[in-house]
């Protein structure tokens, strides 16, 4: 398995270019099911999540290619209502077929995606809106087989939790349905904006969408679109904090800075200076940093895909700081390797309490999870001498050439097999 090595205490300087959002373009793939003609997606990351998606569907029978950035989907033939285990246990967001399919075919059988380390994850939020709708669900031998033979009907559909994969399964599944469909309490993140762009583009007719309440009216045929990704955010978030970790300075290009607002406000207040120029963005240390509380909720709240990177910044930031995590159960993994830097981190249930240290040692570390392993890139970057980061294909999953971009900011950092 590959492995990151790094030696640690350079202050990065350059520019990097923001890559298109994963987080966004998975359920705009997903969203291609819904139509038989062609359609065109540019700004796609190239990662192994992106992969995994584009074998998922050509599994599925909608012919799909990725050139460099841009991926084509062609006319699809008759598709395929299954989703089986080895693709849904690689990668969770695969139960976004769920919406498409139960929409287009009027069944689809669904392994259970199982848990992740970062918490059990259920989907019942999904499920419950689909029996709303009218499908009927059961569990087999780890299968969910759901069928709507007379159809999905719109319906208003209160979430318990605003969940971001339930509203785009829920989006993905009522733009067809027949009648008008309300999600309440639905995520207001950016990449359900930009996937109720696309489904708009097809010819859905949705209004709210990043407000608590979506309205979809039914439509009987959706057509293809060509659409370019919105930035990542969380990519955007981890570099602005590398400048703040590394004492170095910054300037992100081809980002959203409305979608980030809360982190950039965070880093000024810990004491980096941040400015925006349209889609630019430069991050600059120019003094001590102070310790900042966070506490992460859904959108626009501090993003808990952040949280970790946020505390391997605090570990390095002399004072003390207070971190909660509100939205997943268990996404601490990354503090026991954080330790072995010598950070000094407390762990009392949801909350980690963190005490900054002057500096850190290189260390051989392990990554549990995609944002945990960029809070320990963070943190060899910072580490006077070398680190070994194990487990990098977490990383691969949502970071597009990380350490190319690393290495052209001035980080002494290396992939080797
Ligand atoms: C999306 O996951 C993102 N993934 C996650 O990013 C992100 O952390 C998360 O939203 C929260 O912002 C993608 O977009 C592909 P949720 P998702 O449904 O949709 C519970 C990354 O690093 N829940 O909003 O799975 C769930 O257990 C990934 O890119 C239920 O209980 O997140 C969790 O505690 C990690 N029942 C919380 O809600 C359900 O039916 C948030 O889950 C659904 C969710």
């Not at 099911?33 to 998606?53: E, G, H, R």
């Not at 583009?201 to 679109?225: H, P």
């Not at 910044?313 to 003390?320: E, F, P, Q, R, S």
Request: with cysteine; aromatic share 6%.
């Amino acid at each position: 398995m590959d492995k990151i090595i790094i030696n640690g205490g350079k202050k990065l300087k350059g520019t990097v270019k923001i890559s298109g959002s994963k987080n966004s373009a998975l359920p705009i793939l997903f969203a291609t099911l819904l139509t038989d003609d062609k359609c065109k997606i540019t700004n796609v990351p190239t990662l192994a999540d992106i992969k995994t998606t584009i074998d998922f569907l050509n599994f599925i029978g909608k012919p799909s290619t990725k050139k460099t950035n841009v991926v084509t989907t062609g006319i699809s033939s008759k598709l395929a209502s299954v989703a089986p285990y080895d693709l849904v246990r690689k990668m969770r967001a695969s139960v976004l077929v769920m919406g498409p399919l139960l929409a287009r075919l009027g069944k689809v059988d669904v392994s259970l995606p199982g848990g992740c380390a970062i918490g059990a994850r259920p989907i019942d939020i999904h499920l419950d809106a689909f029996k709303q709708m009218g499908a009927n669900i059961e569990l087999k031998e780890g299968y969910i087989k759901m069928s709507a033979p007379k159809g999905l009907k719109g319906c208003d559909i209160e979430l318990r939790f605003a969940s971001v994969g339930a509203t785009e399964n829920i989006l993905l599944a009522s733009v067809l349905a027949k009648g008008t469909t309300r999600i309440i309490n639905a995520a207001k993140e950016p990449e359900i904006e930009d996937l109720a762009d696309v489904l708009n583009k097809m010819g859905a007719k949705i209004t709210g969408a990043g407000t608590k309440i979506i309205t979809v009216e039914g439509v009987d045929k959706l057509k293809g679109f060509t659409h370019s990704v919105i930035p990542d955010r969380i990519e955007t978030a981890t570099y602005m904090i590398a400048a703040a970790i590394t004492k170095g300075d910054i300037t992100l290009l081809n980002t959203n800075p409305n979608h980030i607002k809360v982190i950039i406000d965070k880093l000024i207040e810990a004491g980096l200076s941040v400015k925006v120029f349209g889609d630019t963005i430069t991050a600059k240390w120019v003094k001590e940093l102070k310790p900042v509380n966070i506490k992460t909720e859904i959108y626009p709240g501090f993003p808990t895909d952040v949280q970790a990177q946020w505390m391997a910044l605090m570990a390095t930031v002399n004072g003390n700081s207070i971190i909660e995590e509100t939205v997943f159960e268990n996404r601490f993994l990354h503090v026991g390797e954080l330790q072995r830097f010598g950070a000094n981190l407390q762990i009392e249930g949801k909350t980690v309490y963190v005490t900054g240290v002057k500096k850190f040692s290189g260390a051989p570390v392990m990554v549990s999870d995609l944002r945990a392993g960029a809070a320990l890139v963070l943190a060899g970057l910072f580490a006077e001498g070398q680190s070994k980061i194990l487990r990098i294909y977490h990383l691969d999953r949502g970071y597009e050439r990380l350490e190319k971009k690393f290495t052209k900011l001035g980080a002494n950092i290396k992939r080797i097999k």
